[in-house]
């Protein structure tokens, strides 16, 4: 198994003639920076110039905060890779062929910039790569593994099969387990006569890429190594042609206590596998101020109710709810009754996630409806993470100051702008003590606040919601949950 | 690697360095351009509105009073500075014009304003990018308190400082030489007039962090207990006050129940003799100072402890924080709501102060305006918009005499008004809209001051 802080394994093991004719494009394609190129040239079809290569960074350190990536070349403007979230993945992207060097920093929340890595030197993009950097390991002493593939699309021709086959790859980047086999098969083969797509991975380790066909009904598992003993499954999922999928084995926070899952990396981002069956931690909570209490359906209200009597300005306790992917159908009624339907909806419900569901609006003004939260309960070892919620029917948007005391909001623009009804968003924060204040969108209508938070590093939720009074209207409440709580 | 791959890659970086050199090898980091330096501006005009900084064309941002704009990177070139405020009339008023200022390459420039609107007296600190060591701090102390000279002790949390020597004596406007200290936590400030070893300000503890560079702004100090003095500390970001500074806060109660004829408050159980004795309806007691920290304040119906409005409104009171508990509402219909808002306290030259809030329960959401005399509210031109109960701002007004009024949010549809004010230079005042004697509309404009 390859082992490598910078790995080129797939360019490495490839004949010297096809070696010749990539450094035949590279140099084509060095001059053609130079604002050379032109007519001539033996590029593949749908290798336009200008020439590019693809770069991503990949976010596996368990207790990081948002990372960024800057690339910087001679004669290129440097490119930011902008906040990439633990178990996060950039878009592959493409980027001219050059010599580049990679920052890999952590903007802290108030603007200080800190070296996750050590400078990536000596990046040498040209056309026939794609280059992953995955980031993993403790926050203390994070690495970095690089593995370069050969970009899916270089010197694919028109009548070439390329519909027909896909690629894919693991990568081992979870500090929770040890090595570990992977199996790619069908749905529901029986893993004792499978051939595992890669055996033994550990940390810090990639296995090479391996080309398959597409299909719909792929299931990934993992196990220990040598055995059948399944300590992750993706439940179902397609592949599709002309495709690349990285497994990324990566360190879970989620419900299930499980220490790692498998996240797929693609060209657009990293995803969860929508057929996980990882059971789903849930809450309700009730800021509609005219339902004092409610009732909230996974399936028809002929079945009893997932949280039942929700009361308003409450946060419920969690509960296990069957993960059901991006569409689940979701009923809420009044505590007791089964009509009307208040809202009839579906939510996403994915695996092995905490997860707050709001309802908010009013049910006289029709803007009755449902917000998720996704809950980081995930320590991070720089900042603590304010969640704020604007489920107030009575205001439109607001914006949210979260300053340190004796900081006007004259002076400065809001931690969260234009924070719509059924909207939240997150804000960073170093530890220490804050004043909140909301106003009006816009303005200096102040509506709640200055209320003095405090916070610090660790698994710690913060929750503010922007609310009506108990019955409705205002005034306006800031209302505090799990560590603001009073 | 083999021989063919050699030259691949030797063809690569030849061909590159024919297009302006590679960086293989290079140590220029992204986040630390050779061509920038940092610019920052301090305001400590003890009568200032909110200033606008701005280097060339380009505005920096709004600092106000007793605070610092973000050390900003900049290019190193050449620039005008220009500091500047607005009246509320919309009359550009100049502070700093067009000075010249030239930012060199790994230079942090800070301008500080001291003095007063009209006698401004500009610093200017000129300092290389920090080279701290670890373990220490670099530090100077800006005295922006006219008339005197003060000696700062910076020390450990627990320094007895009859026993040491001050870290520093400024005078009167003047901004110190940048000293070395040790950093960590339990360090404090403490201020004395010079030669003298009576307390003045006391910071208590706080962390200093390790190799950085910070500033302690001395200050004009407006707010309850004290003695006329306050501190902050200026990072590369803001200037922050200091939480555990042995500085009380103070509290007022506003009284909008509007059924009842006065209120008393009760801060510690309603026992005994109220700390708020008899609010009479649409006044603002005077304030109190309290400790800082929670703070729980009970209602009664004034002489009457048995009959309780509010039996606990609770908050959070900060250090040097005047506030004003709003309890609005009508008690028999049990919509009586609270909520502490921020008072202002500190003069601006020129300017008056006008504190509104929206104590209606049977108002809708209102915009506010201050008109001239006999004017009509006119579309977009609302000093505040869409208060709904509890809700406030401050309206800055010119001197003058005006028509209050207050319409319904988004239009020029008076809910009430006009209600005649004359405010002065340097005023401050509180205006709250409430509903009629008894509940309900039609609501009414309160001048409290």
């Known amino acids: 198994m390859a082992r490598s802080r910078v790995h080129r394994s797939s360019l490495m093991a490839w004949p010297i003639g096809r070696a010749v004719l990539i450094g035949v494009a590279l ?16 590029l593949p079809p749908g290798d336009k110039p200008p020439r590019q290569g693809s770069i991503r960074m990949v976010n596996l350190i368990p207790n990081a905060p948002q990372i960024s990536g800057f690339l910087s070349a001679a004669n290129v403007a440097v490119t930011a890779i902008p906040g990439v979230d633990f178990g996060q993945s950039s878009a592959l992207t493409k980027y001219l062929v050059a010599i580049y ?18 400078v990536i030197q000596d990046i040498e993009l040209t056309q026939e790569k794609e280059a992953s950097f995955y980031l993993m390991g403790d926050w203390a002493a994070p690495i970095v593994l690089r593995v370069d593939n050969v970009e899916i699309d270089f010197g694919v021709k028109p009548n070439d099969n390329h519909l027909n086959e896909a690629s894919v790859q693991v990568v081992h980047g979870a500090t929770s387990t040890g090595p570990v086999d992977v199996y ?67 360190d879970n926070f989620g419900p299930s206590g499980t220490p790692f899952r498998v996240s797929i990396v693609t060209a657009d981002g990293a995803f969860q596998f929508p057929g996980e069956s990882l059971p789903n931690s849930m809450r309700l909570g009730n800021f509609v101020p005219d339902v004092p209490a409610v009732d909230a359906y996974f399936t028809a209200t002929t079945n009893p109710p997932t949280f039942t009597n929700a009361q308003f300005a409450q946060i419920g306790a969690r509960t296990p709810v069957a993960a059901g992917g991006a569409t689940v159908p979701f009923k809420v009624v009044a505590t007791g009754t089964t009509t009307p339907i208040l809202i009839d909806t579906t939510i996403a419900v994915p695996a092995d996630m905490y997860q707050t569901e709001l309802l908010a609006g009013s ?64 804000a960073s924060l170093l530890p220490g003590t804050y004043d909140v204040i909301v106003t009006r969108s816009g303005s200096q209508t102040v509506l709640v606040g200055p209320e003095r938070i405090s916070v610090e590093v660790g698994a710690q939720l913060y929750t503010l919601a922007i609310t009506d009074s108990d019955g409705g209207g205002p005034p306006i409440l800031m209302r505090r949950y799990d560590a603001l709580a009073p | 690697m083999t021989l063919v791959r050699r030259l691949v890659l030797c063809l690569a970086l030849v061909s590159l360095a024919a297009c302006g050199g590679g960086s293989g090898g290079g140590s220029n980091k992204v986040k630390t351009p050779t061509t920038f330096g940092k610019f920052r501006l301090i305001n400590a005009l003890v009568d200032s509105p909110p200033l606008t900084v701005k280097l060339g064309t380009v505005v920096q941002g709004t600092v106000s009073f007793s605070q610092s704009t973000k050390l900003l990177t900049e290019g190193a070139t050449n620039y005008q500075l220009n500091v500047q405020y607005t009246t509320p009339g919309g009359t550009v008023k100049t502070v700093v014009d067009n000075r010249a200022l030239t930012i ?3 230079e942090q420039i800070t301008f500080v304003l001291l003095g007063t609107l009209a006698s401004v007296s500009v610093v200017e600190l000129d300092e290389n990018a920090p080279d701290i060591a670890a373990g220490d701090s670099e530090v100077r102390f800006v005295q922006s308190v006219a008339g005197g000279s003060y000696d700062f002790y910076l020390t450990g949390a627990g320094v007895d400082i009859t026993t040491v020597g001050p870290t520093a ?14 950093s960590g936590a339990n360090q404090r400030l403490r201020v004395t007039a010079a030669g003298d070893k009576t307390v003045l300000y006391d910071s208590g503890a706080f962390t200093l962090d390790d190799q950085a560079r910070r ?34 806060a103070a509290l007022s109660i506003a009284n909008e129940v509007v059924d009842l004829a006065g209120l008393d408050g009760y801060l510690h159980g309603i026992a005994g003799s109220p700390d708020f004795a008899n609010v009479a309806l649409d006044a603002i007691s005077a304030a109190q100072t309290i400790p800082i920290g929670n703070t729980d304040v009970a209602l009664t119906t004034a002489g009457t402890p048995g009959h309780v409005v509010v039996p606990d409104a609770s908050f959070v009171l900060g250090t040097g924080e ?24 500190r003069p601006i030259a020129g300017v008056a102060q006008v504190r509104v809030i929206d104590a209606s329960p049977a108002a809708p959401a209102v915009d506010f305006f201050a008109v001239a005399t006999g004017a009509l509210p006119a579309a977009g031109k609302a000093q505040l918009t869409l208060l709904v109960l509890q809700a406030s701002g401050v309206a800055l007004l010119d001197p003058g005499s005006y028509d209050l009024y207050f319409t319904t949010g988004g239009t020029t549809s008076v809910v009430t008004g006009p209600q005649p004010i004359t405010v002065a230079a340097g005023g401050i005042y509180s205006v709250l809209l409430a509903d009629q004697a008894g509940g309900g509309s039609p609501v009414r404009i309160v001048v409290a001051d």
Request: a negative charge.
């Open chain 2, 104 to 106: 060199a390459v790994n």
């Open chain 1, 101 to 118: 060097q990679l920052n890999v920093e952590y903007i802290d929340p108030s603007g200080d910039v800190t070296d996750v890595v050590p």
């Open chain 2, 322 to 345: 005047t506030q004003t508990l709003v309890v609005a509402g009508v008690d028999s219909a049990g919509n009586v709501t609270t909520r502490p808002v921020t008072t202002p306290v």
């Open chain 2, 215 to 248: 500033l302690f702004l001395l200050g004009d100090y407006f707010g309850p207990g004290g003695d006329g003095v306050r501190a902050v500390e200026i990072d590369d970001h803001s200037a922050t006050t200091f939480l555990a500074e042995d500085l009380p």
């Open chain 1, 27 to 42: 140099l084509s394609v060095s001059l053609a920076g130079c604002g050379g190129g032109g007519s001539g040239e033996s």
């Open chain 2, 169 to 182: 004596t400024v005078n009167a406007l003047v901004v110190s030489d940048s000293m070395t200290v040790p």
């Open chain 1, 184 to 250: 790619l098969t069908q749905f529901g083969a029986d893993l004792s006569t499978a051939v595992p797509l890669a055996t033994g991975v550990n940390f810090d380790q990639f296995s090479p890429l391996t080309t398959i066909a597409p299909s719909d009904t792929y299931q990934l598992r993992v196990t220990d190594p040598g055995t059948t003993n399944v300590r992750f499954d993706s439940g179902s999922f397609s592949i599709k042609g002309f495709t690349r999928s990285v497994f990324v084995v990566r």
């Open chain 1, 363 to 426: 049910v006289a003004k029709s803007t009755i409806g449902p917000m998720t939260i996704f809950d980081e309960v995930r320590a991070i070892a720089t900042e603590a993470r304010v969640t704020v919620a604007q489920v107030s029917s009575q205001i439109g948007a607001v914006d949210v100051y979260i300053v340190p005391p004796g900081v006007p909001t004259t002076d400065i623009a809001p931690t969260m702008a234009a924070l719509a009804l059924k909207t939240s968003a997150h």
